[in-house]
Structures are given as C-alpha cells and as structure tokens.
C-alpha cells in the first residue's frame, strides 16, 4: 500500500457542526502533516506530527484540532468552523528518517465547504 | 512568507513543445522539490535536488539548481496535455524545525 488515504473527499458543514477528516498511511511513515489550500493559492501548513507527537503547529485557530491516534492514523477534528474555512484540506506524509526522508506523499484532499 | 517563487504564473504551450519554469527562493535550502497538482487533486512529487546537486533527470523532467542565484528551472520536454496542471516549488530550508515551504505556483495548460 503506498497511498495516504483521505476521508471523506466532499464535507459540507454548518457553523454549528462539529465533524472529522481522516487520514491514513500504511508505508511506516513516521511524519503526518496537515495542509489547507485555497483555491489558486499554495498549501499552508497547519501541523505536523513526527513520531506521534505534534511538532509544528503554525498558529492554527483551536476550532481545529488535530489527533494522531497511532503511527498509520491522522485526524482533523472540526469544530465551529467559519465560512472563510472553506478549503480543499490535505494530509500528507514522510518516512521521517533516512532516504527520501524530505519528499511528501499527499493524499486526494478533503474539499471542505462551510456553510 | 513565501519561500520560493514561480515564473511565470501561467504557461500556455503547444503539446509537443518544451515548458521550461523558474523558481527563485530566499534563503540558504537543504533542497528543493517539484510538485504537480492537478485541479482539486493531492499534489505529486516530481523530484527532489538537493543543495549541493546541479541537475537532476528523471523521464521527460529536468531540474537545475543554481545556488549562487537562488534560483531552479524545471523543464518539461516533449509536453503532453496530461502535462496540464498546477507545478509548485518548494524550498526546504537549513536551520532546526525548518518546513517545506511552497511557493505560489504556476498554471501550465498544454494545447492538443
């Protein structure tokens, strides 16, 4: 299996709502990151987890939080989210050491509209 | 803030024609990454030079490096309209907790 695997692909959510993306890797990589991407803009990292611990957090806002349950697994939990949320949002993983270690393998997103 | 930076923004070519794309970046790098997107898709790896590499192949790709000008060249030979797609550089850093930085991305559009 040489895949990120991203659910689900479509999420629509109120305001009010609270929901999670998943994201899963089964290649023994021991980086996970969390990307938002505008349309027509580039990726922005959100967090990164090495080794299951949270290593980077670029100042996300706490409506979202991020969970790394086990080595394979990576959520995104979303609560109180605001329109300006709206965004294709992507996992991405990294073997973490040794060869290749700097190369990303991303998953197909979630593209997310908040109503 | 923004690492690395694309030109041109958009590429529009004839399929069979080379598309050749600039990137030029800041700081000092350990190395720096293509990546392509295709519209509301995952991105792909390309190919990876690191700071102390020139040129790298790899099919129908060729990547340069010039550390003194800060700067990469993708090129693309014999283009294909499976080409069309966003490509992205990014640069990653030197220095401790340094992050894949991604620049703003150009649209390539590959004419049939």
């Known amino acids: 299996d040489t895949e990120v695997t991203q659910t689900p692909k479509h999420l629509v959510m109120g305001m009010t709502n609270k929901k999670s993306l998943k994201c899963e890797q089964h290649m023994g990589h021991r980086a996970m990151y969390w990307y938002k991407q505008k349309a027509k803009k580039p990726p922005e990292l959100m967090f990164v987890y090495s080794y299951e611990k949270l290593s980077i957090n670029e100042s996300v806002p706490s409506r979202f939080s991020p969970e790394c349950p086990n080595s394979s697994l990576l959520n995104l939990h979303l609560h109180a989210l605001q329109p300006e949320d709206s965004a294709l949002y992507l996992c991405a993983s990294s073997p973490g050491q040794g060869v290749d270690n700097e190369k990303l393998l991303f998953g197909s997103g979630t593209q997310l509209s908040v109503l | 803030s923004q690492q690395g930076e694309e030109d041109p923004q958009a590429l529009s070519i004839q399929e069979g024609e080379n598309a050749t794309m600039n990137c030029s970046y800041k700081?000092?790098?350990?190395?720096l990454q293509w990546y392509r997107q295709n519209s509301g898709r995952g991105l792909v790896h390309l190919i990876l030079?690191?700071?102390?590499?020139r040129e790298k192949h790899s099919g129908r790709l060729r990547v340069t490096l010039d550390t003194s000008k800060k700067s990469s060249s993708l090129l693309i030979t014999a283009s294909r309209a499976a080409d069309t797609a966003s490509y992205f550089c990014a640069t990653d850093p030197t220095g401790a907790n340094s992050k894949l930085t991604f620049g703003k991305g150009i649209t390539l559009s590959v004419r049939p």
């Open positions: 700081t000092s790098i350990n190395n």
């Open positions: 030079i690191r700071s102390n590499e």
